[in-house]
């Protein structure tokens, strides 16, 4: 019986995807006997000091934060595609290998999730298709009583597919004329107080005019903000909201990190067709022709 159900993780881990796996999937993956056949495993957290203290066995450790710089004035925004090719390689990531991505963020204000979803995302954008992040995260794995390791592990050198897929991400020029067209919708996934413009972190306050509020952690579970909620419970928050597979959707959030983990949920985990992500978010569009797009303030969470 334990024979059949690892061929059937095997084959499932075969095929190329973008998805979810639980954390006894991804050990009995790590754990394969072939170590050819075992995936790449990316720990995506910012704080370095967490990947010395404990980590998944096998973990190679990519700061999200080395994705992003400042460019003309603007911070945190994605790097040339030339860097993030060379960095992706260097971290090991293969277009013929499964990549296992996760983080901690198991409680608010801590939201390290979002750090394995923007990974994902850059992932996809650069064309690799076979990645899982692991639902539940660093603390899903030691609630399942699995141990955590301290060695380091580095990766070789991978190869990325020589196509990439840039659609998943629009500018703001799309966003714009994306706005108030029948059947599409502007999904704002930062907290409600930043939609509103009630806090201290934004030059400009507010929303793009026209986006509806829909907090990224109403779709994970209270205890541990890495693990996702049903998938029944998901879809009716979503519906509630007025988030429905028929629309065209674009994400965004503060610094894209937020609509990234919208984005992979819609896209990914329930399958909704047609979603992109506005990669320069809220951070670029309040600093563009001379802090002059209009926003908006105000406003309740959608469906609530």
Wanted: hydrophobic share 40%.
């Amino acid at each position: 019986m334990k024979s059949i159900l690892a061929l059937l993780l095997l084959a499932t881990a075969a095929q190329a995807d973008i998805g979810l796996i639980s954390p006894a999937e991804a050990k009995k993956l790590i754990e394969n006997p072939d170590a050819s056949q075992r995936p790449i495993v990316l720990d995506t957290r910012g704080g370095y000091k967490d990947y010395f203290r404990s980590h998944l066995p096998t973990a190679h450790h990519i700061n999200f934060d080395t994705l992003r710089g400042t460019n003309d004035a603007v911070p945190v925004q994605y790097l040339p595609d030339d860097i993030t090719q060379a960095l992706l390689v260097r971290a090991g990531v293969d277009q013929d290998r499964l990549h296992l991505v996760y983080a901690t963020g198991d409680q608010l204000p801590n939201d390290e999730v979002l750090s394995a979803s923007m990974v994902v995302y850059v992932l996809e954008k650069f064309g690799v298709k076979n990645i899982r992040l692991v639902d539940g995260g660093l603390a899903g794995w030691k609630k399942a009583g699995f141990e955590t390791t301290q060695d380091y592990f580095g990766n070789p050198k991978g190869s990325l597919p020589e196509q990439g897929d840039a659609s998943i991400g629009v500018d703001v020029k799309t966003v714009q004329a994306h706005v108030g067209q029948h059947g599409h919708l502007l999904v704002d996934a930062r907290p409600l107080n930043e939609y509103q413009g009630n806090d201290d972190v934004w030059l400009r306050k507010g929303h793009i005019p026209g986006a509806i509020s829909f907090h990224w952690a109403r779709l994970m579970e209270s205890e541990n903000t890495h693990q996702f909620r049903p998938l029944d419970a998901m879809k009716a928050e979503l519906t509630q909201a007025g988030i429905t597979p028929d629309q065209n959707i674009i994400c965004y959030c503060g610094t894209s990190r937020e609509g990234s983990l919208l984005f992979f949920t819609l896209k990914h985990v329930l399958g909704y067709p047609k979603v992109r992500l506005y990669e320069g978010s809220w951070k670029e569009y309040i600093w563009l022709q001379g802090k002059s797009l209009p926003v908006e303030i105000g406003g309740q969470a959608a469906g609530k």
